[in-house]
């Protein structure tokens, strides 16, 4: 139990356009979701909290306007990067919370996005 | 504030133990956990603590003293594939409960 999964795990797109990634719990109902980002040989820097049915909490330093976040269901979010520039390019990766197991997260397998 | 700390990079020998220090300062904490992550992975749950004491699950073990901010993991016989980074983060009841993450340890296994 508890896989998350990710999709895209790989976009390359031009500087200016949009790209939206889903996140998905797959065998579990996720009131909330997390959305990381980072970089080479760095750890994970949380950009946001999703929460079902509600506005995300955004981490100090991240533009909402942005990435856009939308937690559609309780097995579903998304991160939408718009308007992407080449320093976006990062591994941006997901969790869900599980609440059943000391409400532990399970992350995605991560999603590469390389702007040009 | 919030702050974890951990050494950047380990080496070790397989079969050999290891031992990754981590100590973590942060304003509501409510747990504990390692996360392991390979090279372009994402990260793979390991371990939990909230309350003191040692977490045995196989060749990892955990351990935890909140009175004193701090945190290890324990890799027993150490294997070629054990090579991956391993992530220290302390869970924060503000929030939502959200991770404040460590910068992680390389640690490097040597036949």
């Known amino acids: 139990g508890a896989v998350v999964s990710q999709h895209p795990s790989w976009v390359i797109c031009k500087s200016g356009t949009s790209v939206k990634i889903e996140c998905r719990s797959l065998?579990?109902?996720?009131?909330?979701m997390f959305w990381y980002r980072q970089f080479p040989k760095q750890s994970l820097m949380l950009m946001a909290t999703s929460n079902e049915g509600s506005k995300a909490t955004y981490e100090q330093g991240v533009e909402k306007d942005k990435f856009l976040i939308n937690h559609a269901s309780l097995t579903l979010s998304t991160l939408t990067v718009t308007s992407a520039h080449p320093e976006d390019s990062s591994f941006y990766i997901c969790?869900?919370?599980?609440?059943?197991?000391?409400?532990?997260?399970?992350f995605g397998p991560g999603t590469r996005l390389l702007v040009l | 504030g919030q702050n974890i700390d951990q050494p950047t990079e380990m080496t070790a020998t397989e079969g050999a133990i290891v031992q990754i220090n981590c100590t973590y300062q942060t304003s509501g904490f409510n747990g504990l956990f390692w996360y392991q992550q390979h090279a372009g992975e994402a990260p793979t749950f390991l371990s939990y603590n909230v309350l003191d004491g040692l977490e045995e699950k196989g060749r990892f073990s955990s351990f935890l003293s909140r009175s004193k901010g701090y945190s290890y993991l324990l890799l027993k016989e150490l294997q070629m594939k054990d090579s991956a980074s391993y992530l220290c983060a302390a869970r924060d009841v503000g929030g939502y409960n959200k991770l404040i993450f460590g910068a992680g340890t390389r640690l490097a296994v040597h036949p």
């Open positions: 065998d579990f109902q996720a009131t909330t």
């Open positions: 969790s869900a919370r599980v609440r059943r197991t000391g409400e532990t997260q399970y």
